[in-house]
């Protein structure tokens, strides 16, 4: 099993930054890349970024590219979101997500961390 637990979460203003962060413990070793996704109220969860554990290969959707940033830290079982310039619209629980070699889909989530955005 793997564990994941976010942190970074807050309530900020239009225009700031946030760096969201994912501890990932447990058996770790199998895995084949670790992401971001969010949950608007009233709104399916969806897709924000992800990063391929050995290549650091990135993914993004489009309405975040530019702004934000995925990065990892191997040796440490992190990942983060460097989240600038945010909006309104960034307002969501920002889960983590986690996925096995020999997956399609994702395996494992975290609990989610509030990002609110003021106007």
């Known amino acids: 099993q793997v564990q994941l637990e976010e942190s970074g979460g807050g309530l900020v203003q239009a225009g700031d930054s946030l760096r969201l962060s994912c501890a990932q413990s447990?058996?770790?070793?199998?895995?084949?890349?670790m992401g971001w996704f969010r949950q608007a109220p009233g709104k399916e969860r969806e897709f924000v970024s992800a990063?391929?554990?050995?290549?650091?290969?990135?993914l993004y959707v489009d309405s975040v590219k530019g702004r934000f940033t995925i990065s990892r830290d191997n040796a440490k079982n992190m990942v983060y979101l460097q989240m600038n310039s945010l909006k309104p619209e960034d307002t969501a629980v920002y889960y983590c997500?986690?996925?096995?070699?020999?997956?399609?889909?994702?395996?494992?989530w975290g609990q989610g961390t509030q990002v609110t955005v003021s106007s």
């Open positions: 447990g058996r770790t070793f199998s895995t084949l890349r």
């Open positions: 990063i391929y554990w050995s290549t650091g290969r990135t």
């Open positions: 997500a986690s996925a096995r070699a020999g997956t399609t889909g994702w395996d494992y």
